[in-house]
């Protein structure tokens, strides 16, 4: 009979019930959607903070002699790059190896840097290129050069830049120019072997650059494991980009977080208000109820029986819509999918049934109200 | 009788309105708070932004290429082309002069250090530059402006030099080379301007004794250099009241297609628009306009990362809005509409008397107003304090009421309080009072 | 005979309102009772507080031996699903439950149902066709004598019936008075409010109410004293 009961009251009553479900699949829907993009919004962020480029550097330690524009000291490349391979962090979003030498294009020095030229989009994903990244043909050397090297040298894309170092020349193709607004709009950019032949410094490279995605927390953290797998370097977090990053991040977070809580709040709200509404309805079955010679107990558990199913299905139907809107707004937000977090989805139900039970509590006080006061209609 | 009816429904039964009312304070509250912070969370967060440093580079137009590694500059003194100190008081008069926030020359100059007048010289660059200057702006104002603005994360032990005296601070890599260069101690930096060679005009060498004051931290290519007052350093490359780079940090609004238009090609309405417009691109227009023979760079790295962090916190942060909003009208809604459905009786009641729908839809209605009207009052001044106190433990300083969301707020109670209660009101309307008088 | 029913000095205020004013009378088994009085004079104050549905103020309420003022929530609920059967003016069925579910929704108070016996409940109160109607397809008359089947379900000791025609039209009316009839016949214990006087006079004796008092009592009570 308490199954029977329950089914009639769900079914019997639907058209009450409607605001209720309304407010409880929409509010299931906020509240799912909002849960998961505040628990994917720290890598969201950390993701779009890899625009500024490079956090992490790897360097020969301080006691490298200073010696105006030459590189003073060096490091093994592939000594360097080994320890980052061994690591195997997937926050390692781009890796890139730099020497500089100061070559002559014609008369003119001009600084080289030899790097991985295909892991520099990762590696600056704010520099704006005009052309491509990377080579077209396999039988060039390509080079991308920094958009004052282009106006002062007079050059186009496609032009080949004659470039000598202590006697060695090497004959370039410009593939891409490349506005950075910093000291690498004064640089050109080559495959590394080719740098490393002309400065007779075969294996070697000045600095590594690298961008780690994270929290100020996670780099410094992976910023230790690294010098720990490199002892004889010095490996540094870009403290203007790790600093600002970190108080950004946290600034946002804290922004979001306290406006879906807000938010969260409300909605809880909400569905409570609409919850004790439907129970208030409830009073006189209650009054009829318990004139008939059913306890409190048993009453007041069919009831919330009821609120408990309609908290659980609205939470369910609320959180797959939720999952949908996250989706939705991780497409018009970051542009690429909020990652769904399953566990959203027990949470928003226990989160929905617990509010829909609280909003029911009012019930229980219909306990200590005489049925006679009920059919009096007060 | 009509306001009468009114004001009875009020007295007789407050409980039910409490609940109405309480909804759309809370509602209201919210729609408030979130409007408040989505309305500032711009300006706020760019403000933030600028602890990233400075978003444009300005360098002379008909320039050298420079030799440039990590910022500094190794190119010797005597090459490429020079910016004048004295101009850049016009910087703080452009359209957007509140939005430039600070800006940092820079002249380097490669030289010899000493820790003693017969020591072994250690070839260093000098850069030159301003920790916090005053800057006499031509509208007769001064403005303090340098490192302290543009360089936040470069980390001092010690202190920072004065703009006026003969200090320096010492990068930490360099003073690693040179044992014994600790704060107090005084140094001997020599330069050679190599003079012209062509000319046969011989070089000048310029020596001056700075004291060490501290050792600066950057992460960056500074940290093998000596940092100086400009003075000195234009001093010692022979320059004076000259700099090479200036470092312009500016409040921009995130670049979009609009502003990333040719202005040379806009209608002068859109001129106009974007003119007026903090964008990066017209800010960097107008610095052109009153430093001319210069270049104006947008650091991209900085500019991209903020543009678009920004956006779309900024876009995130409406839909969260529009979320909230529309929570808090289901609130209210929700709750009118269950203080109708409770009042099927009286509602019986009425019809039975002979009241016609309209007339008892106006009772209602009046009274979900009178509600609206003031849930959305108190919501409105609850939402600003929580609005004042976000803004305070999210960006340091409380978020400022706005006044004018106070009419929109109340609109949007009356939409949504008149919306709540019209729809059972229609089903209201088709009641046949018997039954409910009846009690069914 | 023995007494079901005992009342003494029976006493119910609402705040300074007097509803019943030091009640007392005895109820034999298998009586028919009719309470008869003006609006306000305390008929339906009576009848909650035998049914356990309100609290004297003083004074005793004995019903089959059992002091009702004297039990606490829990002994009231036990108290109206055993011992009371309700049938109420205004009927009081649940709207969204069938005929039959609302005689189960007794049955099930009372201890476990039984669709047999409800159905058989419906069937003699002339039902038997529409066990499957919600309350809302159901005529006044017919709803009332889903209310009767109900209050008799659980073989109560004594029935309380409060105005139960005072909603009907008189074909109606003659169906549930008849039905009352057949019950009295049973030796149900009855006792119903009523101010229509056509309707006092099936009942066995009359107890009239003014202002709370018995304004008077009839000559079979009198003689039972």
Not at chain 1, 349 to 354: G, Q, S
Not at chain 2, 281 to 291: A, D, G, M, N, R
Not at chain 2, 333 to 354: D, F, H, N, Q, Y
Request: with cysteine.
């Amino acid at each position: 009979m308490f199954w029977r009961l329950l089914w009639k009251l769900l079914r019997g009553s639907s058209g009450r019930l409607v605001v209720a479900i309304l407010a409880l699949v929409s509010g299931a829907m906020v509240i799912s959607a909002l849960l998961n993009l505040e628990f994917d919004i720290e890598r969201k962020l950390t993701q779009e903070f890899r625009m500024l480029g490079a956090n992490l550097v790897i360097s020969p330690g301080h006691d490298a002699q200073i010696n105006g524009a030459a590189p003073a000291a060096l490091m093994n490349e592939s000594e360097a790059f080994a320890a980052i391979q061994s690591l195997k962090d997937p926050a390692v979003v781009a890796a890139a190896p730099f020497l500089y030498i100061v070559e002559r294009a014609g008369d003119t020095p001009v600084v080289v840097a030899g790097t991985k030229l295909e892991e520099l989009p990762e590696l600056e994903p704010a520099w704006r290129i005009e052309g491509q990244w990377t080579p077209s043909h396999e039988n060039q050397i390509p080079c991308i050069v920094g958009r004052n090297v282009v106006r002062q040298l007079h050059l186009a894309l496609g032009s080949t830049l004659l470039l000598s170092y202590l006697g060695k020349t090497t004959q370039a193709t410009l593939v891409g120019i490349v506005d950075a607004g910093g000291a690498e709009d004064n640089q050109v950019f080559m495959g590394l072997a080719e740098v490393q032949r002309l400065a007779g410094l075969p294996g070697q490279i000045g600095l590594a650059q690298l961008s780690v995605r994270g929290t100020a927390k996670n780099i410094s953290e992976f910023a230790a494991r690294l010098a720990a797998a490199l002892p004889s370097y010095e490996v540094r977090p870009i403290r203007q980009v790790t600093e600002a990053e970190g108080d950004l991040l946290n600034r946002i977070r804290l922004l979001i977080g306290s406006m879906v809580v807000l938010i969260l709040a409300l909605t809880a709200l909400c569905v409570l208000a609409t919850m004790a509404a439907l129970a208030m309805e409830r009073r006189q079955d209650v009054g009829l109820m318990k004139a008939l010679g059913g306890s409190i107990a048993r009453i007041v558990t069919l009831f919330m029986a009821e609120v408990g199913v309609l908290g659980a299905a609205g939470g369910f139907v609320g959180a797959i819509l939720g999952i949908e809107l996250s989706r939705w707004m991780g497409q018009r937000v970051f542009g690429t999918a909020i990652s769904l977090r399953w566990e959203i989805f027990p949470l928003t139900i226990a989160l929905m049934v617990a509010v829909a039970l609280a909003g029911a509590l009012p019930l229980r006080l219909l306990g200590k109200v005489k049925p006679a006061v009920i059919f009096r209609g007060e | 009788m009509f306001g009468r009816l009114v004001r009875e429904s009020f007295v007789r039964n407050p409980r039910r309105k409490v609940l109405v009312a309480a909804a759309l304070v809370v509602g209201m509250a919210v729609a408030t708070s979130t409007l408040t912070i989505a309305l500032e969370v711009g300006d706020r967060l760019a403000r933030e932004f600028r602890s990233l440093g400075a978003n444009l580079l300005v360098t002379p137009q008909a320039d050298t290429l420079p030799i440039e590694i990590g910022g500094v500059d190794y190119r010797p003194v005597n090459e490429g082309a020079y910016l004048s100190e004295t101009d850049l008081g016009k910087l703080k008069t452009i359209f957007w002069r509140h939005n430039i926030l600070g800006f940092t020359p820079f002249l380097d100059v490669p030289a010899t250090i000493q820790q003693s007048e017969n020591s072994d010289p250690i070839l260093a660059m000098i850069v030159g530059t301003w920790y916090a200057q005053n800057v006499s702006v031509p509208d007769g104002t001064s403005f303090k402006t340098g490192l302290s603005v543009t360089h936040p994360w470069w980390k001092v032990q010690g202190r920072w030099f004065h703009d006026d005296a003969n200090e320096c601070v010492i990068g930490s890599a360099l003073a690693a080379t040179m044992p014994g260069v600790t704060a107090g101690k005084v140094i001997y930096v020599t330069s050679r301007s190599p003079g012209d060679s062509a000319q046969g005009q011989p070089g000048t060498t310029q020596a001056i004794a700075l004291k060490v004051v501290g050792i600066v931290s950057t992460d960056d290519a500074e940290d093998k250099a000596l940092l100086v007052p400009l003075a000195i350093a234009q001093k010692l490359s022979g320059h004076p009241g000259q700099f090479r780079q200036l470092f312009v940090s500016a409040l921009t609004k995130p670049a979009d297609t609009f502003s990333e238009r040719d202005p040379l090609k806009m209608t002068p309405t859109e001129y106009d628009r974007w003119f007026c417009s903090p964008y990066i691109s017209s800010i960097s227009f107008q610095i052109k306009t009153v430093l001319p023979g210069t270049d104006v760079r947008t650091i991209r790295r900085v500019a991209d990362t903020e543009g678009r962090i920004l956006s779309r916190v900024g876009t995130l942060l409406w839909i969260v809005t529009l979320a909230a909003l529309g929570a808090a009208a289901l609130a209210v809604a929700a709750t009118s509409a269950t203080t109708v459905l409770e009042r099927r009786a009286e509602i019986g009641v009425m019809k039975a008397l002979g009241a016609t729908n309209s007339l008892i839809a106006g009772i209602f209605l009046a009274e979900q107003l009178l509600l609206a009207v003031a849930g959305g009052a108190i919501g409105f001044v609850v939402g600003a304090a929580l609005a004042r106190s976000l803004g305070a433990s999210v960006f340091g300083t409380p978020a400022s009421p706005r006044l004018i969301l106070f009419p929109v707020i109340l609109g949007i109670a009356a939409i949504v309080a008149f919306v709540g209660s019209l729809i059972p009101l229609r089903r209201a309307s088709h009641f046949n009072p018997a039954p409910i008088l009846r009690g069914e | 005979m023995a007494t079901l029913v005992q009342v003494e000095n029976l006493r119910k205020e609402f705040g300074n309102v007097c509803a019943l004013a030091g009640v007392s009378f005895r109820v034999e088994a298998g009586e028919w009772i009719a309470i008869m009085g003006p609006s306000g004079s305390g008929k339906t104050t009576l009848i909650n507080i035998l049914g356990g549905l309100d609290m004297p103020t003083s004074g005793q309420a004995i019903v089959d031996a059992i002091d009702v003022g004297r039990l606490d929530e829990s002994g009231l609920t036990r108290f109206r699903a055993q011992k009371i059967g309700f049938i109420f003016q205004q009927f009081h069925l649940v709207p969204y439950l069938t005929a039959l579910e609302n005689v189960m929704l007794a049955q099930y108070f009372h201890s476990s149902t039984d669709e047999k016996e409800a159905r058989e409940a419906l069937e003699r109160v002339g039902l038997g066709d529409r066990v499957e109607h919600l309350p809302g397809k159901l005529s006044g008359g017919e709803q009332q004598r889903v209310a009767v089947a109900r209050a008799l379900i659980n073989h109560p000791k004594l029935i309380l019936a409060d105005e139960p025609t005072g909603n009907l039209d008189e074909a109606n009316e003659e169906t549930v008075i008849q039905l009352f009839h057949e019950l009295h016949r049973e030796g149900h214990t009855i006792l119903m409010v009523t101010h229509a006087p056509s309707i006092g006079r099936l009942a066995d004796r009359r107890i009239a109410f003014a202002h709370g008092r018995l304004v008077e009592v009839p000559a079979s009570l009198k003689t039972s004293l």
